[in-house]
């Protein structure tokens, strides 16, 4: 059985000694839960990764819709996409 994601959720925190933390719960589907804690500092930079990587996301569909508006093959778009993605800083390899 395969458990699919549902949701992430971020909570604030302050601990005894005044330091900030977020708790991050990842729900799934069934029930599953995977919860830790973080330091504010690392949650910003995911937040900020994760916009980047949807902006990402939806100029690759855009390139992909344009090729395919032109009648164009998928492998165009393909490599067109994969130039954009090796251009991009920090660009984590998603799956196409």
């Known amino acids: 059985m395969t458990t699919e994601l549902e949701g992430i ?12 933390f977020l708790t991050v719960a990842a729900h799934g589907s069934g029930g599953t839960i995977l ?7 690392q949650v910003r930079q995911m937040a900020l990764d994760w916009l980047e990587a949807a902006e990402a996301a939806e100029q690759d569909a855009a390139v992909l ?15 067109i996409i994969t130039e954009l993605r090796e251009t991009r800083p920090n660009d984590p390899e998603p799956e196409l």
């Open 65 to 79: 819709r344009c090729v395919r508006k032109l009648d164009l093959p998928d492998v165009l778009a393909g490599a």
């Open 9 to 20: 959720f971020v909570t604030s925190g302050v601990n005894e000694a005044g330091v900030g």
């Open 35 to 41: 919860l830790g804690q973080l330091d504010p500092v």
